[in-house]
C-alpha cells in the first residue's frame, strides 16, 4: 500500500484501512458503529468510545481515546503515528486493550 501521491489513492488507502479495522473488530465480537462514511465509533462496556476516522485535508488516519489523539500518517506500507513512530494497527491494539480490556489482533 504506497500511499504517497493524491486524494483518490489517499481515500481509497484509507477506506481499505478502516474496513481492515471493522472486521478485527467484528472478530473480537466489540460493539462498534460507523454513523459516517470514514468514521468508526468503538463503545465498550463503560460507556467510553475509540472514534478512529479518515481527515481527508490532512490525509491522515485519525484515532480519538479516552489517553488522547492520535495522528497516524501514510508511510512505505502502511499508517504512522506522526509522534512517536508507532503503527497504526499497533497502537490501536493497545488503547483498545487498555480502554476496553479486549485484545484484538489486526
Do not use: C
Not at 504517497?4 to 467484528?26: K, P, R, Y
Not at 463503545?43 to 479516552?66: L, M, P, T
Amino acid at each position: 500500500m504506497q500511499i504517497e501521491s493524491g486524494e483518490a489513492e489517499f481515500n481509497q488507502a484509507a477506506a481499505a484501512t478502516l474496513t481492515h479495522i471493522e472486521q478485527a473488530l467484528e472478530d473480537a465480537e466489540l460493539d462498534f458503529e460507523t454513523p459516517a462514511d470514514g468514521i468508526i465509533e468503538v463503545e465498550f462496556d463503560d460507556g467510553s468510545k475509540i472514534i478512529i476516522n479518515r481527515h481527508g485535508v490532512a490525509r491522515e488516519i485519525w484515532v480519538a481515546a479516552r489517553s488522547g489523539g492520535f495522528h497516524f500518517k501514510p508511510q512505505n506500507a502502511g499508517w504512522v503515528d506522526t509522534r512517536s513512530g508507532e503503527p497504526l494497527y499497533d497502537k490501536l491494539a493497545a488503547l483498545i486493550a487498555a480502554q476496553g480490556g479486549v485484545m484484538v489482533r489486526f
